[in-house]
T-cell receptor
Framework: ETGVTQSPTHLIKTRGQQVTLRCSSQSGHNTVSWYQQALGQGPQFIFQYYREEENGRGNFPPRFSGLQFPNYSSELNVNALELDDSALYLC????????????FGEGSRLTVL | DQQVKQNSPSLSVQEGRISILNCDYTNSMFDYFLWYKKYPAEGPTFLISISSIKDKNEDGRFTVFLNKSAKHLSLHIVPSQPGDSAVYFCAGVWSGGSNYKLTFGKGTLLTVNP
């Protein structure tokens, strides 16, 4: 059984740039959630995708957007990067949208200079 | 507005003793709680959960206790092992929504000394 994989693991961008982070969900999981973990904080919910549709969103501006593909993999896009966007971005998958137990990937560490 | 609070940033215990990690919450809508463990350079891994209709759930060395009236839960690890050293996150969830959004605390760094 393949776990949740994310890419890239680390990246550095400058203010104003755009970034795309990728996630492959665990085999058989049709729901993907994205979380942002800033330094010293717990993960914060960005949004969730279920069957290619956004299924809930946290308190993040519209420049954070996402996609889910038919194979249930997902992308997180962030436009007009700000310094405060520097964080660990975690992707998590679950069997259905109605399951609280999430399986997390290792995360993508984004640094914005 | 921090709906889930873990007031102890760190905890240090001796191998073989009990570790008690605490978590408080303010959102009465939470009806399900989870604990996750996170090692450096890894994503959080699910440890144990508890429904709000229960006051205790046990899984091997791990037991979670829930006190709804106090809006408090705790994770007990007995006996503690050096491999348990990690950051532990408490999370609450409301199952009445269309999605299972987890609200996490800031985490507690547990160090188990040999």
């Amino acid at each position: 059984e393949t776990g949740v994989t994310q890419s890239p693991t680390h990246l550095i961008k400058t203010r104003g740039q755009q970034v795309t982070l990728r996630c492959s969900s665990q085999s058989g999981h049709n729901t993907v959630s994205w979380y942002q973990q800033a330094l010293g904080q717990g993960p914060q919910f960005i949004f969730q995708y279920y069957r290619e549709e956004e299924n809930g969103r946290g308190n993040f501006p519209p420049r954070f957007s996402g996609l889910q593909f038919p194979n249930y993999s997902s992308e997180l896009n962030v436009n007009a990067l700000e310094l405060d966007d520097s964080a660990l971005y975690l992707c998590a998958s679950s069997l259905t949208s109605g399951r609280a137990e999430l399986f997390f990937g290792e995360g993508s560490r984004l640094t914005v200079l | 507005d921090q709906q889930v609070k873990q007031n102890s940033p760190s905890l240090s215990v001796q191998e073989g003793r009990i570790s008690i990690l605490n978590c408080d919450y303010t959102n009465s809508m939470f009806d399900y709680f989870l604990w996750y463990k996170k090692y450096p350079a890894e994503g959080p891994t699910f440890l144990i959960s508890i429904s709000s209709i229960k006051d205790k759930n046990e899984d091997g060395r791990f037991t979670v206790f829930l006190n709804k009236s106090a809006k408090h839960l705790s994770l007990h690890i007995v006996p503690s092992q050096p491999g348990d050293s990690a950051v532990y996150f408490c999370a609450g969830v409301w199952s009445g929504g269309s999605n299972y959004k987890l609200t996490f605390g800031k985490g507690t760094l547990l160090t188990v000394n040999p």
